[in-house]
């Protein structure tokens, strides 16, 4: 059974190519333009990992990661953060947060699939 | 002065005898009386007069006027009365003549009695001896023995007593003039001969000088002075001697401690009568001295400080004209002190016929109140920050006008550079939120790019790049946005400025680098003209205050209000936001340089300080109301654009 990955961004073309690429590497994808409906969709389904924007309307990432960290059915969930910040400041915060990996906007494929094979091992 | 307490009573007794012996005369002179009537009316008023006296006051019987006046009606009535008494006329006339010159010349009231006496008794024995005092009238002429008795004892009375007042008086008044001359403040030395001895002096002599009055008065005057000054002292009295009188300044008088007082002397020759007199005046100069030591100090250290003064001051007369100026102003000038002084500032300084526009001396020679204002003169290269300050007389009229001129060249190069700076950390505060805006498209595209060149179907390739395109143009907006503000570095010249566009473009950058979806900003735009500044400038009054507004609703949300009217002669900018506010303790330092309430690294603390500088710079004003958690409001005003200007 392939891995359902959630992905949230309020940016409709990051989540457009991301989805392009998770499905090519076959796993599968949902999609949230938001932190309410990110929180929505991780109630109603479990997922194998979260890839989550910061900067967002209605709820930002931290926020979702908050929330994601404190669950005790979904703590264990590898959380992926990407963001537009690249500063220290806010990689440390993400880690800090209970982040999993941490990604700073622009990055390439290599870059995902490195993050990916960071979080599922080998596969 | 000493009054004779019984002089009313003595004058009154003495009266009322003349009174008996004139009557007597009158009417005992066996029926010679040539007119009755008369003499009834005499002794009548005679008797009236003396009896009005008794109810006058005392003290009009000491008043030298009415005292003359009484004697000369009591000579009047006892002369008619003898009149009166016809017979006796031809001799008694002269005996009563004789009286009164005896009275007159009388000094002393004893004597006077004896020579009265001695008198009468010559005149009875005359009488005698004509054998008057036997014969049938002999009772008239007995009577002219007391007659003569008494009126000389009238008489006698009446001048000794104004002979004694005139000498009481002489006595008081040269009481008076001693005690002048012993308690004058100044010392005073009576010679009788410019090189002689010292004949008196007073008691300021003696304590300016510590000897005692004895031992001066033994001491020739000379050797009084300090021996070094005897020449000099000696041609002084010289000149006193051969002019009567001199005067003459800072000689120095030897004490008795063997220290010496600085004096100055005035001598005037004094004739009395056939002696003559030279009178000393010394004036004690020690205090004089100390004073005038004090004020060539102070005047000194004044002097010391006005040139110290590394900036241009002068002293000016209402006219313009330069009365005094300090060094640096000699220096800047490359003039001359003396060709400076009497020329009209404008001449001197910039040479110009007429005072230059906007001076701050030509206000306060107006209104008599200090002023100020940056001059940026073309004869200069450069800025002056010039202030005139009023210096008034006791009448409060201007005297004259300090002008002091600061050369504030260097500090606003610098407080451009600061302008400058603070732009460049507000494009680093605001690229971070740049770089956000743009790394989103810029993920999109290289993601999109990826996807498209491992796409075998090329006709999916048409919808990547359709994405790629949209991506690349929004970077392409964000890139215009920072050029409006990239020229906000750049410095430009005054041109008219439109606020409303500015305001318009200043919230769109800050909305690139702050994205705030929980803020609501309402746009409330009047038409308002333009204003004359750096538009650069004003793009940063606005974003520095709308990025503030953004900052103070974080987390929090609420309304961001800009708005615009026209007043009468003034344009108005709000920026309203309904943040955290500000706290009331430090409300009056927020356009304070580097005060900040924010982390280390969001924010220099020059941001509202900036802001000042720049409103202020346009004569613009700019205040805050504040309410904790409920919003801030800053209100901005700028004068209006004078037509054609």
């Known amino acids: ?123 | 002065m000493k009054k004779d307490p019984n002089r009313k009573k003595v004058i009154l007794l003495l009266r009322w005898t003349a009174i008996i012996v004139t009557s007597y005369l009158i009417f005992f002179s066996k029926g010679r009386v040539t007119d009755l009537h008369l003499s009834h009316l005499l002794i009548f008023g005679y008797i009236f007069s003396n009896l009005l006296l008794t109810f006058l006051p005392k003290t009009w019987f000491s008043n030298p006027k009415f005292f003359f006046f009484l004697v000369l009606i009591d000579t009047g009535i006892v002369s008619f009365g003898l009149y009166l008494s016809e017979k006796m006329a031809t001799d008694f006339f002269i005996v009563f003549f004789l009286i009164i010159i005896f009275a007159s010349m009388g000094r002393n009231f004893k004597l006077l009695m004896v020579i009265g006496g001695l008198t009468a008794f010559i005149y009875g024995a005359l009488l005698y001896s004509w054998g008057l005092l036997i014969s049938a009238e002999s009772s008239s002429y007995v009577l002219r023995i007391p007659f003569i008795f008494i009126m000389t004892a009238f008489y006698g009375y009446i001048v000794q007593t104004l002979t004694q007042e005139k000498h009481q008086e002489l006595t008081i008044s040269e009481d008076k003039y001693r005690g002048l001359f012993e308690n004058a403040n100044e010392g005073i030395i009576i010679l009788r001969n410019p090189r002689g001895q010292i004949a008196d002096v007073n008691r300021e002599v003696e304590r300016a000088s510590g000897y005692a009055k004895e031992e001066l008065l033994q001491n020739e005057f000379l050797d009084l002075f300090a021996p070094e000054e005897i020449e000099k002292t000696r041609d002084y009295l010289k000149e006193v001697a051969e002019k009567g009188g001199a005067r003459a300044d800072y000689l120095s008088l030897k004490k008795k401690d063997g220290t010496f007082m600085e004096v100055d002397l005035s001598i005037k020759r004094i004739d009395l009568g056939d002696e003559s007199f030279y009178q000393v005046i010394i004036r004690d100069l020690t205090n004089q001295r100390k004073l005038e030591k004090r004020i060539r100090e102070s005047k000194r250290n004044l002097e010391a400080i006005f040139d110290g003064i590394g900036d241009q001051l002068s002293l000016q007369a209402p006219n313009y004209e330069i009365l005094r100026v300090n060094k640096a102003v000699i220096k800047n000038c490359q003039r001359t002190y003396q060709e400076l002084i009497g020329k009209k500032c404008y001449e001197a300084y910039y040479q110009r016929s007429l005072p230059c526009e906007r001076c701050p001396v030509s206000v306060t020679i107006e209104t008599k109140q200090p002023a100020s204002s940056i001059m940026k003169l073309p004869e200069i290269n450069g800025a002056l920050q010039i202030f005139s300050y009023p210096i008034l007389d006791e009448k409060e009229n201007l005297n004259s006008v300090i002008e002091y001129v600061k050369d504030i060249t260097e500090e606003q190069r610098l407080q451009e550079q600061l302008i400058q700076s603070e732009k460049l950390a507000g494009i680093g505060i605001l690229a971070s939120g740049i770089t956000h805006e743009i790394n989103n498209p810029l993920t999109g595209i290289i993601g999109m790019a990826e996807v498209a060149l491992e796409e075998e179907d090329v006709s999916k390739n048409k919808d990547y790049l359709g994405d790629i395109l949209n991506c690349a143009q929004r970077i392409g907006e964000i890139v215009k946005g920072l050029k409006s503000y990239s020229r906000a570095a750049k410095r430009e010249d005054l041109s008219p400025v439109n606020l409303n566009e500015v305001l318009e473009e200043s919230l769109k950058m800050v909305q690139l680098a702050i994205k705030k979806d929980t803020v609501e900003v309402i746009k409330n735009f009047q038409p308002i003209g333009k204003i004359r500044a750096n538009a650069g400038e004003i793009q940063q009054v606005f974003i520095n205050l709308i990025t503030n507004a953004f900052q103070a609703m974080d987390g929090k949300g609420g309304k961001l209000v800009l708005s615009t009217r026209s007043l009468r002669d003034l344009v108005e900018v709000k920026v309203i936001d309904e943040g955290m506010g500000i706290p009331q303790k430090c409300i009056n330092q927020i356009f304070d340089p580097f005060f900040t309430t924010k982390k280390p690294g969001e924010g220099t603390g020059l941001g509202l300080n900036i802001v000042y500088r720049i409103i202020t710079k346009y004569e613009g004003t700019i205040t805050v109301e504040s309410k904790e958690n409920m919003g801030t409001t800053f209100t901005i005003q700028f004068p209006k654009r004078r037509e054609g200007s």
């Open chain 1, 1 to 123: 059974m392939s891995k359902k990955i959630l992905v949230v961004d309020d940016e409709e073309v990051i989540r457009k190519f991301l989805g392009i690429q998770l499905a090519k590497l076959g796993y599968e994808v949902k999609e949230a333009v938001d932190g309410e409906q990110a929180m929505e969709q991780l109630r109603k389904d479990a997922f194998d990992l979260l890839i989550c924007d910061i900067a967002m309307p209605k709820k930002d990432g931290w926020e979702v990661i908050k929330e994601v960290k404190s669950d005790p059915k979904m703590k264990e969930m590898p959380v992926i953060v990407l963001t537009a910040k690249n500063e220290d400041s806010d990689m440390f915060k993400g880690y800090d947060e209970g982040a999993n990996y941490y990604m700073t906007k622009p990055f390439t494929k290599d870059q995902l699939l490195y993050g990916l094979k960071m979080m599922f091992g080998e596969n």
